[in-house]
């Protein structure tokens, strides 16, 4: 048999593919949104990417009330870093879409491009990994979380005691995942 060559196609996974075969079964309609929400997913990554690469240039975009350009000027304006790793361990780490750590102020910025309202709890959760991964007390600094969705803003601040329990249920989680994969060597 000579095989045709999809060399191309190495890694890929196509919408309809046999890994994905829940599709079989699915309506029209089902498949149609399914399809139009990985569409989503897709346009939000390279909306992450454009931000990303805006605020790194330091091109800002049109003064507007939109969740896109309000995300980059802002995070332009507090001279951000887009896309950080926050690390604690191979079993807890995260990529805060742009941060800043400055005059003992911690400011998380979340560009969110979907529909489904986010939740502060992710930011809580970089802040704690800022916190552990370079070892500040939240009682010692002040914190600032922003959420950017649906041409809103929502601002966070969190209690200390709150950042301080994130830390504790990362550093315990962790712990739990590091016994079972040395039970399971």
Known sequence: MLWKDHSNLVGEHAFLGASKYHWLNYSDEKLSESYSNALATLKGTELHE???????????????QRTLNMYVNDAIGYKMKPEQVLFYSENCFGTAD???????????????????PAHLEQLEIYA????????????????????????EVVIGVPEPSRIEHVMQRIIHSDQIIKNIKEQEL
């Open 50 to 64: 454009f931000a990303a690469k805006c605020i790194e240039l330091g091109q800002k975009l049109p003064r507007s």
């Open 98 to 116: 742009a941060i800043i750590f400055r005059g003992n102020q911690l400011r998380i910025h979340d560009l969110k491009t979907g529909k489904i």
């Open 128 to 151: 704690a990994l800022f916190c552990l991964e370079y070892g500040k007390e939240p009682k010692d600094i002040d914190i600032e979380l922003r959420i950017y969705q649906n041409d």
